[in-house]
């Protein structure tokens, strides 16, 4: 008898094979992509809409505040108008007292940022690691911990103390940005990004006779200009939503950052609720504006502090 072999695969079979593996695969992996996207639309859905929820209702003359809704049952302006004209401090200064708090917190946070992560960085000293993770243990307390210490430090410099308007005023914004001048997120997202800086640029600046304060102003600084912009954003937006600390250090109201003033809108035995939405909105509106703009840098910095 003669055996009979099978005959060899031909090559359009295993090509057949082979695409056929490939479309599932990528039937497979839109799928998961399908899925996922689902997953993440429902997520940004639930997170946006009490913000919408918050607009709708900041429009809406009358009707029941608490029931859930797409759309308002009827628009207008009257909540807005009993907003800018319902605090007890003018609207306009309540702006004001926020964009001072923002420029004097900004500015002074991420100086003493930018200054103190240098060393922790480029420097060699002895215990320097040890110092970076004792500051960054410090993260897993509570802002509300530092409460008391804050107070009775704030009242021993006596920033709360009245003598001269301008002074006083001077003071007591002092007094809501103080707490908040040390940053521990700053110094580690400026140190990371210090750390990417080669350390060759360094050293021939060095030879080359400059000092250090100079090494960190004319190549520290314009190298970590992304990070230095994306920590200016969330300081930013921390100064700007300032409320608790506001309302317990700051004994004249007409000093009061805007969050904090929104509460003046609250009566004793009543409460206008459709107007303190009118104000949350206006208070999101800089702070979009701010992210809108600073997107790039935002995302650009934290990539590359987390990189270093």
């Known amino acids: 008898m003669v055996e009979t072999r099978p005959a060899p695969a031909q090559p359009d079979s295993f090509a057949v094979t082979a695409a056929r593996l490939k479309a599932r695969r990528n ?60 605090t007890t401090v003018p609207f306009w200064r309540l702006i004001l007292n926020s964009l001072i708090i923002c420029t004097l917190g900004v500015t002074l946070t991420v100086t003493l940022a930018t200054l103190a992560a240098y060393p922790l960085a480029k420097m060699r000293f002895p215990g320097r690691d040890l110092i970076f993770y004792a500051i960054l243990a410090l993260m897993v307390l509570p802002n509300e911990s530092g409460l008391i210490v804050n107070y009775i430090t704030t009242i021993k410099l006596g920033l709360l103390q009245q003598t001269n308007p301008v002074i006083d005023a001077i003071r007591q914004y002092m007094a809501v940005v103080l707490p908040g001048l040390a940053s521990i997120v700053g110094l580690f997202l400026l140190r990371q990004a210090y750390l990417g800086i080669p350390l060759e640029l360094i050293e021939a600046a060095r030879i080359d006779g400059a000092s250090e304060l100079t090494i960190w102003r004319r190549i520290m600084l314009p190298l970590a200009t992304p990070t230095i912009a994306a920590f200016a954003i969330l300081e930013f937006v921390a100064y700007w939503n300032s409320f608790l600390w506001a309302r317990i250090m700051l004994p004249d109201k007409n000093l009061l950052p805007l969050s904090a003033g929104l509460l003046e809108l609250n009566g004793t035995f009543s409460t206008n609720s459709r107007a303190v939405m ?31």
């Open 27 to 86: 039937h497979r992996r839109r799928l998961t992509d399908l899925l996922a996207y689902a997953v993440l639309i429902a997520v940004a859905l639930i997170m946006l809409y009490p913000f919408y929820w918050t607009l709708i209702t900041s429009f809406e003359p009358t009707g029941n505040i608490y029931e859930a809704k797409i759309l308002p049952k009827a628009v207008g302006l009257r909540n807005y108008s009993e907003m800018w004209k319902g």
């Open 278 to 308: 009118a104000g949350a909105v206006i208070t999101i509106i800089p702070i979009l504006i701010v992210f809108a703009f600073g997107q790039k840098y935002f995302m650009k910095g934290l990539e590359g502090a987390v990189k270093g």
